[in-house]
């Protein structure tokens, strides 16, 4: 859905015919709402963005987004001026990242093949930065996933990951009443590791190929991660572990009905989000983790 609406809220506009006015006006309460889904991560990537660019001095950077699927971050990228490569094994998703690119008038590159091809597919050193969304959940391994993006990465160069959180989802699985699920992805959530950052995939919780540790069971699904274990990855690959974010805090647990009731109650869930992103207090509860890392 994040990708989904990453695009969607940068082609929204225009005129709308009288008639069709508050059809259009309860959509634009729920492009708010889903907003309050991305808007972080959207922020994040604006101010990384902008910081390359002063350290670098070029306008244009080389972005490549790994496992970037149908182009939800990369395309509005590639809008803005910068040389956008999505490498993705889903011929079928890059077929639509190319539309949607053709949709926008913007090139992007789009190139087969998986996110531990990535010095052969675009270079070694051959990025500023590298999107890292959604991809670790589903690699064999993340641990090799994370070095093969660090290879590709220039000197002060950053990669923005973005994983699902292990406690979220165990926190969801309950209040929809799936307790026995919820206890064994409890089971699956490994303990904060004292004084250290975590192991990279120390604690990974799901996944039918995961990398199990500790004898934990193994839950069918994507893996999960605790923000320890995603910093540690980072810091694994031989990264400088930055900001982290959580993402998604609230909205995935508020009725979208709210939008429709309240005019206002999209606007307010955003600020909410914004707010309790950069909370350390509510990392643990967002349904994902958006870490950078930089060389």
Known sequence: MSEEVAVASD???????????????????WNRYDDARTVVVREVLRAV?????????RSRLDIVDAGGGTGGFAVP???????VTVVDPSPDSLAAAQRRAAEMSVPLRAVQGDVTDLASLVGER?????????????????????TAIASVLRPDAAVSVLAASAVAAVIH????GRFDEARRLLAAVSP????TGGTA??????????????????IAGPRRFTLADVVGL???????????????????????????VDPGAADALLALEQAAAVHPAFHDFAAQFHVLGYR
Not at 192 to 195: T, Y
């Open 234 to 260: 980072i810091e694994g690959a031989g990264l400088r572990p930055g900001a982290a974010h959580g993402i998604r805090v609230f909205a995935d647990l508020v009725p979208g009905s709210f939008a429709d």
């Open 173 to 176: 699985r309950a209040l929809a």
């Open 192 to 195: 904060p590791v004292s004084g």
């Open 11 to 29: 082609r929204r506009g225009g005129t709308v015919p009288d008639g069709q006015a508050g059809l259009a006006a309860s959509a634009q309460r």
């Open 77 to 83: 990228l590639a809008g803005q001026g910068h040389t």
């Open 201 to 218: 995939g120390s604690g990974a919780a799901g996944g039918d190929s995961q990398e199990s540790a500790g004898g934990r069971p193994d």
């Open 49 to 57: 963005v902008s910081g390359l660019m002063a350290e670098t001095g």
């Open 126 to 146: 051959g990025a500023d930065l590298v999107l890292c969304h959604s991809v670790l959940e589903y690699v064999d391994s993340p641990a090799a996933a994370m």
